[in-house]
Nanobody, 122 residues
């Protein structure tokens, strides 16, 4: 059973940066695809980025492309999401999730963290 814990959220002004961390325990983390999703106020949960277990396949949403960067350290069972040039519309609860398959659909992910709040405002 994989357990995921997100951290690193908080408040930041527009244009600022945050680095989210997803720490995993249990299971075989190094063989799983990890995805980041987010859910803004009054919005449905949406895909942000995903990285496969070998770092060979990385996908970003159009909203994240060029500003967000996903990476992983299998030795530390950790995945990171570096978020730069943040905008108010990036305000959301950010979740990491694990899947043996991966992709952009949240239904493909079996394990979820509790989420971390990111608020971008002046």
């Amino acid at each position: 059973q994989v357990q995921l814990v997100e951290s690193g959220g908080g408040w930041v002004q527009p244009g600022g940066s945050l680095k989210l961390t997803c720490a995993a325990s249990g299971g075989t983390f190094s063989t799983l695809t990890i995805g980041w999703f987010r859910q803004g106020p009054g919005k449905e949960r949406e895909f942000v980025a995903t990285i496969d277990w070998q770092d060979r396949t990385i996908f970003y949403s159009d909203a994240a492309k060029g500003r967000f960067f996903i990476s992983r350290d299998n030795g530390k069972n950790t995945v990171y999401l570096q978020m730069n040039s943040l905008k108010p519309e990036d305000t959301a609860v950010y979740y990491c999730a694990a899947s043996s398959g991966g992709g952009r659909r949240d239904t493909a992910y079996n394990y979820w963290g509790q989420g971390t709040q990111v608020t971008v405002s002046s």
